[in-house]
């Protein structure tokens, strides 16, 4: 939970006025078993009360994950290879103000587990929403889109074709073309990533 908070992608949740609606999501923690010291912090979307989840009244959008064959061929197609990732790709979009008395939870202040429970809410997408992959499979797009004119069509066709959610895959002719590719992404994204709470996601 330190990361999310650190980080700023979530925030003390504000009293509810009258009448105003809210959701609490379930927090559980997950272990690695490679990494048994560590604990990773998931909100469980799917959970229900009287019969509801939060998931199953949220629309999910269109999917607009790239056929996995196809990404896969295009890796393959030319002499270098290129990978890339987005870390934390929900976290790197955030929530409208008015839609975050959904994504509330319950945390120890400050993060100190010696202090009282208090409520936050989610600031960012949250792995596990139905809609957060459309959601961020569609920004990360728009974010290419819109830097095609400074950047070039290679990085717009790039994440369009060959990424499979947070990961891209390609191949270029050349170690120069594959260099070129990836530095012009990563200025073109850089610039969405201005607008999130966080560095994180660079």
């Not at 229900?48 to 989840?53: A, D, E, P, T």
């Not at 050349?174 to 200025?187: G, H, I, N, P």
């Amino acid at each position: 939970m330190s990361k999310i908070l650190d980080n700023n992608h979530a925030e003390l949740a504000p009293p509810l006025h009258e009448h105003e609606e809210c959701w609490y999501l379930p927090l559980f923690g997950v272990y690695h078993p490679k990494k048994p010291d560590q604990i990773r912090g998931v909100f469980d979307s799917s959970a229900k009360c009287n019969g509801v989840s939060l998931n199953s009244v949220l629309l999910t959008g269109p999917d607009l994950t790239n056929d996995l064959l196809g990404v896969l061929l295009r890796f393959r197609k030319e002499m270098v290879a290129v990978t890339a990732d987005v870390q934390h790709m929900f976290h790197c979009f955030v929530v409208r103000k008015d839609h975050r008395n959904y994504l509330r939870f319950l945390w120890h202040k400050d993060n100190d587990l010696q202090k009282n429970l208090v409520e936050y809410r989610m600031r960012v997408h949250v792995f596990g929403n139905s809609p957060s992959p459309a959601v961020a499979t569609l920004g990360l797009r728009k974010a290419a889109q819109a830097s095609e004119q400074e950047f070039g069509s290679h990085v717009t066709s790039f994440v369009t074709r060959d990424f499979y959610v947070d990961d891209g895959l390609t191949s270029c002719p050349t170690k120069e073309e594959a260099v070129k590719l990836m530095k012009d992404t990563q200025q073109a994204l850089a610039k969405i990533w201005k607008l999130t709470p966080s560095q994180v996601c660079l």
